[in-house]
C-alpha cells in the first residue's frame, strides 16, 4: 500500500526500512525539510562538528556493521567537506550512502548561495551518485544506492537531492528489491579456476595467503582461517587485512609492505605461490614481488578490474570471497608446508627489531613496549582505531588482537578489530571512525590512536562524544612533530626539517579537560600501566597524551 | 595502438560525463567519441576510438564495467571493422568555381548539401582514410568552415552487441 508523503519524509522512512539506527551529519538550510522529518523518527541523528567526520563516523560504523552507513551534510560546503570522507571510503571499499541536500531544482547552475555541483566534484570518489530530478524516483533511488553501496565491491553512493524536491509529495512504498540491467555482480567463482586454485595449492612447497581488507567486506575471515589450518599455508596481511585473523594465530605472520616487518615481507620474496585475497596490491604494500617472474600469483577478487592491474597474475579468480573460498574448502587437502611456516616462524620470533631508538638519550616512551603494555590490557572484545603517520605504522605493527575476530554473516566483528585509513592515508580518521565504531558496537572496548599532528585535524570530534555519551578512548602520541614527514625528511632530504614542527599545540589533556574530559598523562614508560588501567577502567571517554621521542622510526 | 570501442549505456543524466571523467582521471587518450540512442530509447550507445597498450585496452574495459550505468563495453576487432565518420566543409566558391567542387564532390561520392552565391557546402561520410582525402583535394580552396564527427562503428557480419 503506498501512501501520500513528502520526500523528506519518505527518505526518512526508507533508511529507516534499511535498519538505519543512526546517522551521522550536520544540517543545513538545504538539507532542513529532511532533518524536520527526522523529528519523531526512532534513527538517532549524532552531530558532528564538521562534515568530514560525519563521512569518516558512517565509515567506522560501516566497517564494524559490514552494511551501509549513513552521513548527511547541506548543499555547498557542507557537501564539499564530505569529499575527502568519500574518497577515504571509496579508496578502502567501504559501503556508506551519503545523502546531501542541494539548492532547489530551478537554481541550479545559477551559482546560487551554497550551490556545488557535488555529484560532478565527487565523481572520481563514489562508486555510483544520483541526484534527484524526479521526486517519485526516490524511494527506488534509496533502494538502489543501498544495494548499489553494500554488494559487489562495495562503496561509497551519493544522494543529492535538491530543496524543492525535498518538499513535493509522492506516492511512498518501498520496494523490496531492485534490479539493475548493468549491475550485477558475480559472487561464484568458476569452478575450473577453483580447481586449479586447489592444484597450485597442492604442487606449491611454500605457498603464502596474502589477507586484504576485502576478506572484512565478504565476511570471509572464517573461511579463509580454515584453508590456511587445513593446507598449513603461512598468511601475511596488508594494512587493511589486519585482524582478519588473529595476531597471535601460529600462522600468521604479520603485515607486509615498505613498513611492515621481516618475516611477511621474506615471505612474499621466497614463496612459490601467492595467495591474494581480496588485496589490491598497493604500491606501498607489495615492493617485493615486483620483480619475481618465476612466482606464480593467485588472485582471488570481486572486482575484475583490480586483477592483474599492478601484478601479473597467473590464476584469476573473480567472485565473492566468501563464496569462492568456501567453494575451495570443499576440494582442498591437507598439507604438511612444515619447513616453510617452521622458516617463517623462527624469522617472526627472533625479529627482536624494534621501531626505536631506545637508549639512555630516548625521551618518552618505546611506542612498541607502550602498545605492548596495551595489549596485556585490552579486551578481547575491541576495536582499535589507528590514524595515519607513524602512530599508524606503530600500531599496525605492534597491535595484539585476540578473540574469535573472524566475521561471519551475523557478527562481523567479534573479538579485536583494526581500522584505519589504509588506501586514502587520510589524517584525521581516527577519531571519527572510532565514534562511529563504537556507535554501531557499545559494548567493545574502542580506541582511537592517533598523533599530536592528527589529533589537531579532529580534536573538534570530543564535542560529539560528550554531547552523545559515546564513550570513545583516545591516545595521542605526542613528539611535537608531523612524524612521518619528519622522518621522511630524515631519510631522504639529508634531514633538512622543515614544516614539521607543531609548536603551539595544546596541552591535549587540558583541552579534553576545557570539554569535560577527563585523562592522563605518560611521559615514560614506569607511567604506563597505570594511566592505561585508569583509561581502561573509565566508562566516559578519555584521553591519554603519550610522550614518545622526536627521532623515533616507524620504517624498520 | 589505437582501439575502438562500443559502449550502451543507460541514458542516464550524467552517464557522459562519468565515462569521459573516467578517461581523463586514468590517463586514457580519447581519440574521438560519438554518442547517440538506439532502437530502444533508453540505452544509448557510445563509440570511443582511444589509444594505448592492450593493458591499457584492458584497463579501460575493466573500469568502464564498473560503471553502474555501463551495461556492456565491447572492443571492436580491428579486421572487422566497420566505421564511419561524418565531414561537413564548407567552402568559399564563386560562381565560376562550382564546377570544380561538383568534380571533386562526385570524384568522391561526396553530398552537396548546400549552395549560396558565394560558399558551397560538401557533405561525405567515410572511414577516416575517406574523408582525410577529402579534405586534401579541398584544401586548395578557401575553407570557411569544416566540422567532422567521431566515429561511430560497428562489426561486420551477422553478429551485434546488444543488451
Known amino acids: ?556 | 595502438m589505437k582501439h575502438t570501442i562500443s559502449i550502451l549505456v543507460e541514458n542516464n543524466a550524467g552517464v557522459l560525463a562519468r565515462i569521459s571523467g573516467l578517461f581523463a582521471r586514468r590517463g586514457y587518450n580519447i581519440h574521438s567519441l560519438a554518442v547517440g540512442v538506439t532502437d530502444n530509447e533508453k540505452i544509448s550507445r557510445i563509440t570511443i576510438v582511444a589509444e594505448g597498450s592492450d593493458y591499457t585496452l584492458e584497463q579501460i574495459e575493466k573500469q568502464l564495467n564498473k560503471l553502474i550505468d555501463v551495461i556492456k563495453v565491447r572492443s571492436l576487432s580491428a579486421d572487422k571493422l566497420l566505421a564511419r565518420e561524418l565531414v561537413l566543409v564548407k567552402v568559399a566558391c564563386k560562381p565560376v568555381q562550382r564546377t570544380e567542387l561538383i568534380d571533386i564532390a562526385e570524384i568522391m561520392a561526396a553530398k552537396i548539401s548546400d549552395v549560396s552565391p558565394d560558399s558551397m557546402t560538401l557533405e561525405l561520410s567515410g572511414n577516416q582514410n575517406v574523408l582525410t582525402t577529402f579534405e586534401e583535394l579541398l584544401s586548395p580552396y578557401e575553407i570557411i568552415e569544416i566540422v567532422r564527427t567521431g566515429t561511430v562503428a560497428l562489426q561486420k557480419g551477422s553478429s551485434g552487441i546488444r543488451v
Open chain 1, 1 to 556: 500500500m503506498s501512501e501520500k508523503i513528502t520526500v523528506a519524509e519518505a527518505l526518512v522512512r526508507c533508511l529507516e526500512a534499511e535498519g538505519i539506527k543512526k546517522i551521522f551529519g550536520y544540517p543545513g538550510a538545504a538539507i532542513c525539510p529532511f532533518y524536520d522529518k527526522l523529528v519523531g523518527s526512532k534513527i538517532q541523528h549524532i552531530l558532528v562538528r564538521h562534515e568530514a567526520n560525519a563521512g569518516h563516523a558512517a565509515s567506522g560504523t560501516a566497517r564494524i556493521t559490514g552494511k551501509p552507513a549513513v552521513c548527511v551534510a547541506t548543499s555547498g560546503p557542507g557537501a564539499t567537506n564530505l569529499i575527502t570522507a568519500i574518497a577515504t571510503a571509496y579508496m578502502d571499499s567501504i559501503p556508506v550512502v551519503i545523502i546531501t541536500g542541494q539548492v532547489s531544482s530551478e537554481q541550479i547552475g545559477r551559482d546560487v548561495f551554497q550551490e556545488a555541483d557535488i555529484t560532478g566534484a565527487a565523481q572520481p570518489f563514489v562508486k555510483h551518485s544520483y541526484l534527484i530530478k524526479d521526486a517519485n524516483l526516490v524511494p527506488e533511488i534509496v533502494k538502489k544506492a543501498f544495494y548499489i553501496a553494500g554488494s559487489g565491491r562495495p562503496g561509497p553512493v551519493l544522494i543529492d537531492v535538491p530543496y524543492d524536491v525535498q518538499l513535493q509529495t509522492i506516492d511512498f512504498e518501498y520496494p523490496e528489491s531492485v534490479e539493475l540491467c548493468s549491475y550485477k555482480p558475480k559472487y561464484e567463482g568458476n569452478k575450473l579456476q577453483i580447481k586449479r586454485v586447489a592444484e597450485a595449492i597442492k604442487e606449491a612447497k611454500k605457498p603464502l595467503i596474502c589477507a586484504g581488507g576485502g576478506l572484512f567486506s565478504a565476511k570471509a575471515g572464517e573461511i579463509m582461517r580454515k584453508i590456511a589450518e587445513t593446507a598449513n599455508i603461512p598468511v601475511i596481511c596488508t594494512m587493511m587485512g589486519i585482524s582478519i585473523i588473529p595476531t597471535d594465530h601460529p600462522l600468521f605472520m604479520g603485515m607486509i609492505g615498505m613498513h611492515g616487518r621481516i618475516a611477511p615481507n621474506k615471505a612474499i620474496s621466497e614463496c612459490d605461490l601467492l595467495i591474494l585475497l581480496g588485496a589490491r596490491v598497493g604500491d606501498r604494500a607489495v615492493t617485493a614481488i615486483k620483480n619475481r617472474e618465476d612466482l606464480k600469483v593467485i588472485h582471488i577478487d570481486i572486482d575484475p578490474a583490480e586483477i592483474g592491474k599492478n601484478l601479473p597474475v597467473s590464476i584469476p579468480v573473480v567472485g565473492d570471497l566468501r563464496t569462492v573460498l568456501t567453494q575451495l574448502s570443499e576440494i582442498i587437502g591437507t598439507q604438511e608446508n612444515a619447513d616453510w611456516v617452521k622458516y617463517l616462524h623462527e624469522l617472526k620470533n627472533n625479529d627482536k627489531r624494534q621501531n626505536f631508538i631506545s637508549d639512555e638519550s630516548t625521551n618518552g616512551v618505546n611506542p612498541a613496549v607502550f602498545i605492548e603494555k596495551l595489549n596485556k590490557l585490552l579486551p578481547d572484545e575491541c576495536v582499535i582505531s589507528a590514524d595515519v603517520g607513524q602512530n599508524q605504522i606503530w600500531t599496525a605493527n605492534s597491535i595484539r588482537l585476540r578473540g574469535a575476530n573472524s566475521p561471519s554473516e551475523e557478527n562481523v566483528s567479534v573479538g579485536g578489530r583494526f581500522i584505519t585509513s589504509g588506501g586514502m592515508g587520510t589524517m584525521g580518521y581516527s577519531v571519527p571512525a572510532a565514534i562511529g565504531a563504537k556507535s554501531a558496537r557499545p559494548e567493545a572496548e574502542v580506541i582511537a590512536i592517533c598523533g599530536d599532528g592528527s589529533f589537531q585535524m579532529q580534536s573538534m570530534e570530543l564535542a560529539t562524544m560528550v554531547q552523545h555519551d559515546i564513550n570513545v578512548k583516545i591516545i595521542i602520541m605526542t613528539n611535537n612533530r608531523l612524524g612521518m614527514v619528519r622522518e621522511v625528511q630524515t631519510n631522504n632530504y639529508e634531514n633538512r626539517l622543515t614544516a614539521v614542527f607543531l609548536d603551539g599545540s595544546p596541552d591535549f589533556i587540558k583541552l579534553a579537560e576545557a570539554y569535560g574530559i577527563k585523562g592522563g598523562y605518560v611521559n615514560d614508560e614506569a607511567e604506563a600501566d597505570t594511566a592505561l588501567e585508569n583509561m581502561l577502567k573509565s566508562d566516559k571517554p578519555y584521553i591519554l597524551q603519550v610522550k614518545v621521542d622526536e627521532n623515533e622510526r616507524s620504517i624498520l
